[in-house]
């Protein structure tokens, strides 16, 4: 069983940045975010692989946001920049025990509790 802590939520500016911080209680593959915003369902947002030589992004947040990984420290991050109104959701990260990238929620057996991120206009 892994455990998995999202903390670098909070609440910004329109335009402003964050980094979310995954912290995972054992060995994963690979890593993925998704949020969920009110009354929505929850959406995919980035995944990388293993080793981190592969990411992928949701359109919504290609060219704004950047996941990363420390394999050393079972760790990964969320980098998000430019960030707007519509960003503001609860963020969760997930892993999975297969190397490849994941897309969907069905794709991930561990999850966090998430962490929430509020961007004001």
């Known amino acids: 069983q892994v455990q998995l802590v999202e903390s670098g939520g909070g609440l910004v500016q329109a335009g402003g940045s964050l980094r979310l911080t995954c912290t995972a209680s054992g060995r994963t593959f690979s890593m993925g975010w998704f949020r969920q915003a009110p009354r929505k369902e929850r959406e995919f947002v980035a995944t990388?692989?293993?080793?981190?030589?592969?990411?992928d992004y949701a359109d919504s947040v290609k060219g704004r946001f950047i996941i990363s990984r420390d394999n050393a420290e079972d760790t990964a991050f969320l980098e998000m920049n430019s960030l707007k109104p519509e960003d503001t959701a609860v963020y969760f990260c997930a892993a999975r025990l297969e190397a490849g990238l994941g897309y969907q929620t069905k794709d991930y057996l561990y999850w966090g509790q998430g962490t929430q991120v509020t961007v004001s206009s």
């Open positions: 990388i692989d293993w080793n981190g030589v592969n990411t």
